[in-house]
């Protein structure tokens, strides 16, 4: 037994235990989403008619009064009835991917920095996405799955490459990644998912704030822009600990020689170095007196991403061109 889900003009069939927001994007439906666990409240409509079941659908992201006025998370709700929501954001700029289930063979695992990992997956078919999205990677033996943000441009759609940091006691990562997992071995993913990605439209000057791994979809960013515009002022900040976190950063300084208008500039919090030190956002307020024009694009720990927030509005970047992605734990 399926309902249908209508949005706009758009209508999908979903099943009684599958998400409406998972239905919606496997049906080519755009709709706002983020963490897809429940904790942002991007991917918050409205019902317009029929009933839903909340699921799991936290009250700190959707409460009893929201409820009870028709609002419901399109990552936690399922239908009960045929349904029609309605967003509460436009569509955004550019291709919508549909989402769809994927299979792929680790084809290599290297260790880059402290406790991270580079983890390359071939697929057996290519994943259509934009630069900045994610996957879900499915954990073995858990029933469980592990957000991943590509840092592969779109163009190399048929091998996928992942940055993945330990969490000490992480199913996914001392669970899996860092453990048992080996070049050959199969791997069920979704995707692709968010909607942090590069805006097709902007042709201005970029800086981009990444801290630890949330380097992964700035990369993938960066390297999409400077193929379209090899002449585009980017600016790319990396925010560590120490410089035992740092990677890809003979990468980064063979770009910035390619690429006139490139500049990367890493940044260590916990440690003194010859290079900069302090926060990231700190680095990147110091070197600029204003970003009028400029775009924005975050991605790393929500205290970061929040401080960076700060700092581009503190410049005069309209906030219509930030950007964000926050790194959230599992739930």
Known sequence: MTFTVSVGTDSVECRPDQPILDA???????????????????CKLRVVSGSVDHGRSPENTLSPAEREQGFALACQATPCSDTVVERLDASPAGDVHALRD??????????VARDTRRVLVTLDSPLEFSAGQYVELRVPGTGHGRQYSMANTPGESKQLEFHIRRQPGGA?????????????????????????????????????????????PLKSITRQALTKEPDRAVHLYHGVR?????????????????????????????????????????????????????????????????????????????????FREKFTPAG
């Not at 080519?28 to 983020?34: E, F, I, K, R």
């Not at 994927?102 to 260790?111: F, H, L, M, R």
């Not at 990644?177 to 970029?206: K, Q, T």
Request: aromatic content about 10%.
């Open 242 to 322: 120490g410089e035992a976190d740092l990677y890809d950063v003979d990468l980064l300084r063979e770009w910035e020689r390619a690429h006139p208008g490139f500049r990367y500039v890493p940044c260590l919090s916990d440690e003194a170095w010859s290079g900069r030190s302090g926060y990231v956002t700190d680095a990147f307020v110091e070197d600029f007196d204003t970003c009028r024009g400029h775009s924005g694009y975050l991605c790393g720990p929500p205290a970061m991403v929040d401080a960076g927030i700060k700092a581009f509005k503190r410049r005069r970047m309209a906030p219509r061109r930030i």
């Open 24 to 42: 919606l994007l496997r049906g080519s439906v755009w709709m706002p989403n983020s963490c897809n666990q429940g904790t942002c409240g991007t």
């Open 172 to 216: 996914a990562t001392d669970g899996w990644v860092f453990s048992s997992m080996s070049v050959g071995e199969r791997v069920d993913m979704v995707g692709p998912l968010g909607d942090f990605r590069l805006d097709p439209e902007d042709e201005g000057p970029m800086i981009l704030l990444g801290g630890g791994t949330g380097l992964a």
């Open 102 to 111: 994927v299979v792929g063979t680790v084809s290599a695992i290297e260790d």
